[in-house]
């Protein structure tokens, strides 16, 4: 026998274990199962027409889900106090082409921090583009006041990634997202580095979270999976859009995320805790002239992540004395033993990536020291990392 739904206003560690475990969903195990469907078969023509009336609860047809993706956006969506719903989607990618289509339209434009995820600009300078949608990117440390001076007649959406992807600077993201609301301009924010659990972002104000869940709320690193997470006020846009593009995530992979969900809590702990052993060992090496970890009190944005946010997650840059050249960093690389090289992180493994954000900035030139590594500190021991680290600095 299962019970009801636990009542109170729950810590967050707590939602991650209760979330989403209906027992209608659940039908008395602890995990909603794999329910996998097209077809969905009603006891007669009253019944379906009845479903009918409900596009967002209930069985209906496949494209709309089962309890196993109605379990893990309901545990999701506890995470976000303030959010209305959460719909899933195939990869991190698509819930964020998804969230921009519903908040834009032709004529209108965008305003994208410089520091986002390359594949966004990707949307914005192809799909967003060919649609007459304009992009502005604007410089990731800009304030409040400096950010709604570029708000125009035309600008529609604002979209922030805080820390940003490969250097990692901290924005304002309640006061541009004040800023934004008081102009009546939506805001978006990719909230993968933090999740909701270090930074729950529609209570700081944003209109639209997105996840790439393949990161950490998969967290082992087997999974394609997004996530947006909306108020009220931006649902039904973001739902109609979402069904228009017939988007629809694979039980197998939402039971998978749901799953990883449930450790989310200790494993960003750990992340964290690594991450920063491992930052300030690095900080100290002679052949490492700067570490971009938005903990460290030198990094862009400091201030901001120290009022805002409840702690770090495990991935950093590092920035290598100007003297060493790419075949040293190449050398570096591949060098180490326990970090592997590819793309994607989040997962329970370490991994090392060459970075080089001065081919993609455009709003303001990138004037990074040396060239750059991004490290994701995974769950091993950090002295065994921090001793593979040594071993491949010293083969440069
Ligand atoms: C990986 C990533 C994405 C995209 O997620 P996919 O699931 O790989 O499509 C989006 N934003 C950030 C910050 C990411 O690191």
Same mark, same amino acid.
């Not at 933090?194 to 529609?202: M, N």
């Not at 040396?370 to 500190?377: A, E, F, K, M």
């Given at each position: 026998m299962s019970k009801g739904r636990p009542s109170g206003d729950l810590r967050p560690a707590t939602k991650l274990v209760v979330g989403g475990r209906r027992p209608e969903w659940t039908n008395g195990v602890v995990n909603a199962p794999v329910i996998h469907a097209s077809t969905i078969l009603f006891d007669s023509v009253a019944a379906l027409r009845e479903a009918e009336t409900h596009p967002d609860r209930g069985l209906y047809y496949g494209r709309r889900g089962t309890p196993t993706q109605w379990s893990l956006a309901e545990a999701l969506t506890d995470l976000e106090p303030g959010a209305e719903a959460t719909l899933l989607y195939p990869s991190g990618v698509a819930a964020i082409s998804t969230a921009l289509l519903s908040v834009l339209k032709p004529g209108d434009e965008l305003l994208m921090v410089d520091s986002t995820y390359a594949p966004t600009r990707f949307i914005c300078d192809g799909l967003l583009k060919s649609i007459g949608v304009t992009t502005r990117y604007y410089d990731p440390s800009l304030g409040a006041a400096d950010v709604a001076a570029l708000f125009g007649d035309r600008t529609c959406a604002l979209f922030l990634e805080s820390p940003g992807s490969l /250097? #990692? %600077? =901290?924005q304002d993201v309640p006061g541009l997202c004040a800023a934004a609301r008081a102009a009546g301009v939506v805001t978006l924010l990719d909230n993968t580095w933090? /999740? @909701? +659990? &270090? #930074? @729950? *972002? !529609?209570g700081h104000g944003v209109d639209l979270t997105i996840l790439a869940a393949t990161k950490y709320i998969v967290g082992h690193s087997d999974v394609m999976l997004g996530s947006v997470t909306a108020t009220a006020a931006r649902m039904p846009a973001l739902r109609r859009m979402t069904t228009q593009l017939g988007h629809s995530v694979a039980p197998d992979d939402a039971y998978l995320a749901a799953r990883g969900l449930r450790t989310l809590g200790v494993r960003l702990k750990a992340h964290g805790e690594n991450g920063l052993i491992v930052a300030r060992w690095l900080a100290d090496q002679p052949q490492v002239a700067k570490v971009l970890h938005p903990a460290l009190p030198d990094c862009p944005g400091h201030a901001l992540f120290a009022r805002d946010f409840a702690g770090a997650s495990g991935l950093f840059t590092i920035l290598l004395d100007p003297a060493i050249d790419d075949a040293g960093r190449v050398r570096f690389v591949d060098t180490l033993e326990l970090f592997g090289i590819g793309f994607s992180w989040g997962g329970f493994e370490s991994l090392a990536l060459p970075i080089d954000p001065e081919s993609i900035r455009t709003a303001r030139p990138? *004037? $990074? *020291? $040396? &060239? $750059? =590594?991004? &490290?994701? !500190?995974? +769950? %091993?021991d950090p002295a065994d990392l921090i001793a593979d680290l040594g071993r491949a600095l010293a083969a440069i």
């Open positions: /250097t #990692f %600077e =901290v933090a /999740t @909701p +659990l &270090l #930074f @729950p *972002a !529609i990138w *004037a $990074g *020291a $040396g &060239l $750059g =590594v991004r &490290l994701h !500190i995974g +769950l %091993e």
